[in-house]
């Protein structure tokens, strides 16, 4: 039984992400797709639509055969840490296969990018050292630095988000000698940021943004997504009474700033550089979390960045606790969010060589970093009810959904 | 020109504390009434109905001169840090009596009862540990220990809440030599848990219970109080929704708990014994304050200390932070809430012998103390929405209130 894996956020989940299975599944041969996907809080520094819980059922009904969580420290991270944490959770899973979406679609070109980079890898660094010295931001020194070593004159456009995720996947493999074959799928609608929605295919970006523009916008975006979605959205807007945004977290966020002194604050991952104190300074006169990122972006730190500390910060999450993914290191266990029969079937037929323990739900004291997922879900739930919170916190200590 | 000094917290200020107020001009003779009250967080452990702002416009409609905020550190603490904090404030701004109520009202037995256990406070103590090592609560410890001293078998019944206040104020003044002469009013109604409202004097408690019994019930309780009292209520209630509770604080203070590792929580004062734990386990079940309170509570814990706690939490109180109390030591600052015009005078007159800042408004880094104090004022109105933590965190910014 061949399994092929993706790497996922599902934010929401749509049509797009439908064909990324459906070609899967075709160019891997496989049997069983299994997902490894971010829970509450995603790559981007933000919260998740709608719940890991709900994402993984939407997932289920649309051809994804196993959900896993990507563990927090991983989740919320540059891409080679978060491509690090994903590709070794299917690795300890068992996937023959990786396939992911890219703006090039050309695995050959990705490859043979990476292969040029690896020898160039010293003086990459020590450029990309130099630029972020002379005080340039990471993607622009990032972007220089691959181009000093003529990595941008070759077939891959590395400025590219899914671009750059793939290079990292294809590193995290290669890097690390996995017998995982990396695949590639050209995404449909190349421009990540496009904001208008006139096809079946739009990117989740795009999707979001009608979400929140007004309330009663899912039927202007039904199109783009599997019915299972759409019902999946539905059904959380009317139990929790909202998506989550940034600006639902503002009160918790703020009371906590306010009441932590710039000491507590420097311990925080993702406060670097005197934005303890920059972070104390605005709070005192600010409103929304909008008008926050605003009145602490500059040119130094790039807008996804502050994001990311902002989770770390609502989180709790200390420098400390990234130590845990600092050095190369197996996953100290599996996540499983949910399950199909094929699923379970596969699992069955591999569990004896999976290595690490396969949480199915929490409550046991098996590590650090999964003390840290449930910190983050609590955190992410806190802008509910108390009888919501409770409520939704009680899906982590049941099992896995399982579509059978 | 004279000035006498009360301890208050005015939670809020009702028919009681305008008794108390004329009898202390009357005993006293003093041209001045100068009340040192709680801030945000009260001497039990909870929040105030209504901010200090509000509460010193109560005050100074109804008698008072100078309302000064006794700092936080001090109004969160048992009687006898309340009291030297309270006394020492008063003493810095040069009154040269203090009056409080009591249920025994006589000054005379009262200090006869200080006198005789000052003879026997190293008895007292001894056996005050002896007792709370055998598993006691403090109260019952407490009592034991004085009555093993005969103290309980004077005239001063030292379990009644104000005799105990007022003895920790005796003790305040006398232990330090305090040039200040303590006075006493009866209190009228003496019964401090009394729940029926029948009859223009009522107690704090029992406004506050009726006030939460529903919404419109402010017309019930009128009679309890000047008419300044009932806008004050009126006002905050329309503009801020609400008067605060215990309840209104669970979201934040479920959210902080839930992000905390235990042994973080291990450094908020009153977190000790192993409470960090237990606070842990009972915040995964737990929807309500109230709930969270039965189900930590034990023989061991007064309900008082519990709460007491809760504010440090809310605030991020350190046990390191109590240091700056442990030992007796002058206040760092004066910090000038409201002032009539009489007051105004009084300040002008004596402004030359005051030892200590006075603080106007907030924003000059003068001591810790004043901004812990800051961050409890912070704690206090974060359930309020954005925009109005903007507007009554500016108050603390401008300078005191004037009646003039």
Redesign the interface.
């Known amino acids: 039984m061949k399994a092929c894996g993706l790497i996922v956020e599902y934010n929401p989940f749509h049509n797009g992400h439908l064909y990324h299975i459906q070609k899967a599944k075709e160019i891997s041969q496989a049997d069983c797709i299994i997902a490894v996907m971010s829970g509450a809080f995603l790559q981007r520094g933000e919260p998740a639509i709608i719940d890991k819980f709900h994402r993984t059922k939407a997932a289920l009904a649309s051809g994804v055969d196993i959900v896993l969580e990507l563990p927090y420290l991983y989740a919320v991270q540059s891409s080679d840490y978060f491509a690090y944490g994903a590709v070794n959770t299917l690795n300890e899973i068992g996937v023959e296969s990786i396939c992911f979406g890219s703006e090039s679609g050309s695995i050959t070109n990705l490859i043979a990018s990476y292969k040029h980079y690896k020898g160039k890898e010293s003086v990459y660094k020590e450029k990309l050292k130099q630029y972020l010295d002379e005080g340039m931001s990471f993607p622009d020194a990032s972007q220089l630095a691959y181009r000093a070593i003529g990595l941008t004159d070759t077939a891959i456009d590395l400025k590219k988000p899914n671009n750059i995720l793939g290079f990292s996947y294809i590193k995290a493999i290669m890097d690390n000698h996995l017998s995982i074959e990396p695949l590639t799928v050209e995404r449909i609608q190349s421009n990540f940021h496009d904001k208008d929605i006139t096809t079946s295919i739009a990117s989740a970006t795009s999707i979001r943004k009608k979400l929140f523009e007004t309330d009663a916008i899912l039927e202007q975006v039904k199109q783009t997504m599997p019915n299972e979605t759409v019902r999946q959205l539905q059904r959380y807007k009317e139990t929790a009474g909202l998506w989550h945004t940034w600006e639902n977290y503002?009160?918790?966020l703020?009371?906590?700033v306010?009441?932590?002194s710039s000491k507590?604050l420097q311990k925080i991952a993702g406060v670097d550089e005197g934005l303890e104190n920059r972070l104390k300074k605005t709070a005192?006169?600010?409103?929304?979390f909008k008008d926050w990122m605003h009145a602490i972006k500059t040119k130094r730190y790039t807008w996804t960045r502050l994001q990311r500390m902002f989770v770390h910060l609502?989180?709790?999450t200390k420098k400390s606790d990234l130590a845990l993914i600092k050095q190369p290191s197996s996953v100290p266990y599996i996540r499983l969010l949910g399950l199909t029969q094929t699923g379970q079937t596969y699992l069955n037929k591999r569990k004896k060589d999976i290595a690490v323990p396969i949480v199915h739900k929490l409550g046991k004291d098996i590590s650090l970093m999964l003390k840290i997922d449930e910190?983050a879900s609590?955190?992410y739930y806190?802008i509910l009810t108390?009888?919501l919170?409770?409520k939704y916190?009680q899906q982590e200590r049941h099992g896995p959904i399982r579509l059978l």
């Open positions: 503002f009160p918790f703020h009371y906590r306010m009441t932590m507590e005192k006169d600010i409103t929304t609502l989180t709790n910190r609590d955190a806190s108390p009888t919170r409770y916190r």
